[in-house]
Every structure is written in structure tokens, then in C-alpha cells.
């Protein structure tokens, strides 16, 4: 008789365990999810925060905010023939503009990594930033995007798509 009372106190034991592992659990993930939102609250601000500042590439015009821009070239998207290179170009950033994005920031950030090792020079590799601390990664990645972004759309060359010149930005108040 004995072990059948002790086999039911093992098994109130072990399912009350499961129970608060299953609870611990359920809080842990609830704290991660909570973690990844805000998270990606705060990478939001910050491109909205970017995207609204006037853009520090050369040769863009003095002033123009990364939003003015995008907004300028795709309405020169549309005036492009055939239009499907207007689009194309920009569908193109929007696809691998990220990861180009990032992996430039880390051939940047770490020269003679791995990265550094299998990318081909591009002068929208930023210079000067070898080793940078964790808080300034975020900006060198904004100035890669903003250079990538302008090398795709708006720098002429007389080859691929003929966007026409970017236009002032008070053509496009917010």
C-alpha cells in the first residue's frame, strides 16, 4: 500500500513541477516577446528619426531629408521607359539595400573579418570607423544605407536607368 501512496505523490509532484516549468516558462517567453517589441519600437524611431534629417552624402542637395528623397525618386520612377527600370532600381534597394546595408557596416566596422575578406571594394564602404563602438554602429549603418540609396537612385550615370536629377526638396514640403 505504501507505494501506491507514494507513486501518487510522485505523480502530484512531477505535474505540479511541469506545472510552474510550464508557468516560468510562459513568463520568460511572455519577457522575450516584450524585449523584441520594444526592441523594434526603438530601431523604428531611430530610422524615422534618421529619415527625417537632411542627408549627409555628397552630392546630395543641401538639405533634403532621406524621405524627400525616396519621394523624389519614385515619381522620377514613373517618368522612366520602359518603366519597369525605374521600378526594377528601386525594388532592387528595397530587397538588397538591407543586407547590402549590413554587411558593408561590418566590413566597416571590422576590416580584414571574414566579411571584409569575400566583399569587393565599393566606395560605399565607409572608411575611418575600424573597431567603432557599439553606440556609434547604428549611425555608421544610416550613412551606408543613405549611400547606397544614393548610388542606386540618385547619382547619374550614362548607363542603366536615366533617372532624371533629384529635384530641390521644396518641391516636396512635408
Not at 537632411?54 to 523624389?72: H, K, N, S
Not at 549590413?102 to 569575400?118: E, M, N, Q, R, S
Request: hydrophobic share 40%; net charge neutral.
Amino acid at each position: 500500500m505504501a507505494k501506491v501512496g507514494s507513486q501518487k505523490t510522485a505523480t502530484k509532484l512531477e505535474f505540479r513541477r511541469s506545472k510552474d516549468d510550464r508557468r516560468i516558462l510562459s513568463l520568460y517567453l511572455e519577457n522575450r516577446l516584450e524585449y523584441n517589441n520594444n526592441s523594434c519600437m526603438r530601431i523604428l524611431i531611430f530610422i524615422g528619426y534618421k529619415a527625417n534629417q537632411p542627408m549627409t552624402v555628397t552630392g546630395a542637395l543641401d538639405g533634403i531629408t532621406y524621405v524627400e528623397f525616396i519621394q523624389d525618386r519614385l515619381d522620377a520612377a514613373k517618368t522612366i521607359k520602359p518603366s519597369q527600370c525605374g521600378w526594377g532600381m528601386i525594388l532592387s534597394l528595397a530587397t538588397l539595400g538591407p543586407i547590402y546595408s549590413v554587411v558593408y557596416t561590418d566590413v566597416a566596422i571590422h576590416p580584414g573579418g571574414f566579411l571584409d575578406k569575400v566583399t569587393a571594394p565599393d566606395p560605399d564602404i565607409p572608411t575611418g570607423v575600424a573597431g567603432a563602438t557599439w553606440y556609434e554602429i547604428p549611425g555608421i549603418w544610416w550613412d551606408v544605407v543613405e549611400r547606397l540609396s544614393w548610388t542606386m537612385l540618385g547619382k547619374q550615370t550614362s548607363f542603366g536607368c536615366q533617372f532624371r536629377p533629384v529635384a530641390n526638396n521644396e518641391y516636396y514640403p512635408l
